[in-house]
T-cell receptor, first 116, second 109 residues
Framework: GAVVSQHPSWVICKSGTSVKIECRSLDFQATTMFWYRQFPKQSLMLMATSNEGSKATYEQGVEKDKFLINHASLTLSTLTVTSAHPEDSSFYIC????????????FGPGTRLTVL | GQNIDQPTEMTATEGAIVQINCTYQTSGFNGLFWYQQHAGEAPTFLSYNVLDGLEEKGRFSSFLSRSKGYSYLLLKELQMKDSASYLCAVVDSNYQLIWGAGTKLIIKP
């Protein structure tokens, strides 16, 4: 099946710093990638939808200037959490789907972010 | 608005059968997914239903009734490793995934 990787798998940073998370589709081209955030004991919350070569579409309540998304190629999308604060500590998960297959999303393993 | 309901938590015994229900009200319907998510890990795909009826895959089966806006995931011969959260997600008319809050399944020996 399709494989999606994320890097890093976990990161601890100081408040005020920026953190970049990479999401890669390893064996397929992902025209669309999704970024989710999940707080403990809660379901996935879609943050933004990213199409290769265009600006990301952010969900209501998600600050686009704080969560910078870049989808520069068909196999890579990045999420940068700028000026991170403790309340940004969460589990960030990306997923990817190919063109023509609007159904299944393939999930990355997630990135655990802890902001001190 | 769009809404997906599933029980918050269920408990079952090892070796038994459990059914996790999901009801949905969405703008359009283009399929329903069930995912399994262990604590601290990303979701993994279990099943996809777009037509009415039962889809069986090993110990897991998924049922869909579009007219009732209803699905269930049936887990047989429960094993301790089945302890996880089970997420129901519906593809709406814009082909966006609408997620339920998940059902935490606790398996007891």
């Amino acid at each position: 099946g399709a494989v999606v990787s994320q890097h890093p798998s976990w990161v601890i940073c100081k408040s005020g710093t920026s953190v970049k998370i990479e999401c890669r589709s390893l064996d397929f081209q992902a025209t669309t990638m999704f970024w989710y955030r999940q707080f403990p004991k809660q379901s996935l919350m879609l943050m933004a939808t990213s199409n290769e070569g265009s600006k990301a579409t952010y969900e209501q309540g998600v600050e686009k200037d704080k969560f910078l998304i870049n989808h520069a190629s068909l196999t890579l999308s990045t999420l940068t959490v700028t000026s991170a604060h403790p309340e940004d500590s969460s589990f960030y998960i990306c997923s990817a789907r190919t063109s023509g297959d609007y159904n299944e999303q393939f999930f990355g393993p997630g990135t655990r972010l802890t902001v001190l | 608005g769009q809404n997906i309901d599933q029980p918050t938590e269920m408990t079952a015994t090892e070796g038994a059968i459990v059914q996790i229900n999901c009801t949905y009200q969405t703008s359009g319907f283009n399929g329903l997914f069930w995912y399994q998510q262990h604590a601290g890990e990303a979701p993994t795909f279990l099943s996809y239903n777009v037509l009415d009826g039962l889809e069986e895959k090993g110990r897991f089966s998924s049922f869909l009734s579009r007219s009732k806006g209803y699905s269930y995931l049936l887990l047989k011969e429960l094993q301790m490793k089945d302890s996880a959260s089970y997420l129901c997600a519906v593809v709406d008319s814009n082909y966006q995934l609408i997620w339920g809050a998940g059902t935490k399944l606790i398996i007891k020996p």
